[in-house]
Every structure is written in C-alpha cells, then in structure tokens.
C-alpha cells in the first residue's frame, strides 16, 4: 500500500497549511498524523482520522475521504515549521504499518 | 509517564549484526503491540517490525528473513536483532508504540539509537 504527500508546502504565518496523503481508497482506513522537527523523534498530532491527542492545539485538524486524507494546520506559527507524515496499518497483503514520503512545512 | 530508551546502535561493517534494545517503563510491552521504525539520513520514516500482544510478528520487506523482534516480559523490554547488515540499512532507528490495537498509532516514540553500516 502506497502513500504519496507532497515534498513540500509553503506558507505564510497566520494562515492555514494544508498536507495531503493520498492513497487507493485511504477513506476506508484511520490514517494518523506526525510532526518531526529537526533532530527529534516524531510525535502524533492526529490519529483516527480526525482526532488530537491530548496536548496539541486545536489548530491541528484532519479529513479523510475517497483517496485524500488531509491534514489542516490553521493559523500558522514558526514553530509548526517541520516534517508531517501521514500512516496507516495495511491489513490487506501482510500486517504492517506504512508512512507517507513525509512534507516539509516551510513558514515564510 | 511512558517512556521508551532505545540503545545497542553503532558502527558495524557491512554483512555485521547487532542487537537494538527499548527499554519501557510506565507501559506494559506484553500487553500492546510494540513497533520498531527507522529513518535513514535525510529521509523519511520507514516501519520496520511490529511484535503483537499475542505474540506474532510482521516485517517489512526489506527487513524479513535478516532482522527478528522480539522481547523479555520480565524486563519490560523490546529487541531487535539486525543480522546480515548492508549500508542501506543505515538509519535512526525508533521504537513506537500506542494504545490502540486495531487503528495502529504510534502515541509513544523513544528518542532513537543511530545504526551505521560502513567498512
């Protein structure tokens, strides 16, 4: 199972960032979001779809529908300057996790 | 709180093996799904294994039939043992686990041991 985000976004602080991570029928599967800043192990922004984990601010969001699952970071800050990666667990050849090639948010 | 300290990295020549190590506390490694992730220089993340509570166990394709996962219940502690290493097997390599065993995230990350694979 394949899944393809863009290499790069680039945004302007104060406004909205958005990733996406596509793939053959992503909507029928629960696609998590990570954050990785330079030098530091990733961490979750979103899982299930839609969900935050305790801690982020909800100016991280997601969607995920047909072959697009999206990830939306609204009002911009420097420090959300970093790699995100999109995974999913794909039961339908072998039992293992897949992350997307991963984007790297630029704030201008 | 749940932490994960990855160790055992290291230089090793090409055809070498090694043994990684994750050690967990605050999170019982019997009782989830328990992962291991690796990111080589300036790319993205790439799973690797993952050892179920149950027992069974998946690799990537790259991986199979040269790395085993396993673990010690007694010690709270995660392995993975890296035999016939080539230079591509270079990476930062994660240990990963979460709370959810059918959606599969990864809530948790230690911060990584550096595996390099050179003569």
């Known amino acids: 199972y394949v899944l393809t985000q863009p290499p790069s976004v680039s945004v302007a602080p104060g406004q909205t960032a958005s990733v996406t991570c596509g793939g053959n029928?992503?909507?029928?599967?629960?696609v998590h979001w990570y954050q990785q800043k330079a030098g530091q192990a990733p961490i979750l922004v979103v899982f299930d779809d839609t969900h935050r984990p305790s801690g982020i601010p909800d100016r991280f969001s997601g969607s995920n529908s047909g072959n697009t699952a999206t990830l939306t970071v609204s009002r911009v800050e420097a420090g959300d300057e970093a790699d995100y990666y999109c995974q999913v667990w794909d039961r339908s050849s072998d039992n293992q996790g897949v992350f997307g090639g991963g984007t790297k948010v630029t704030v201008l | 709180d749940v932490q994960l300290v990855e160790s055992g990295g290291g230089l090793i020549q090409p055809g070498g093996s090694l043994r990684l190590s994750c050690a967990v506390s605050?999170?019982?490694?019997?009782?989830?799904?328990m992962n291991w992730v690796r990111q080589a220089p300036g790319k993205g993340l790439e799973w690797v294994s993952v050892?179920?509570?149950?027992?069974?166990?998946y690799y990537s394709d790259a991986v199979r039939g040269r790395f085993t996962i396993s673990r010690d219940n007694s010690k709270n502690t995660l392995y993975l043992q890296l035999n016939s290493l080539r230079a591509e097997d270079t990476a930062v390599y994660y240990c990963?686990?979460?709370?959810?065993?059918?959606?599969?995230?990864?809530?948790?990350w230690g911060q990584g041991t550096q595996v390099t694979v050179s003569s």
């Open positions: 029928n992503i909507g029928g599967k629960s």
């Open positions: 605050g999170f019982t490694v019997s009782a989830n799904y």
């Open positions: 050892i179920y509570s149950s027992g069974g166990t």
């Open positions: 990963a686990t979460g709370h959810s065993d059918w959606s599969f995230r990864f809530d948790y």
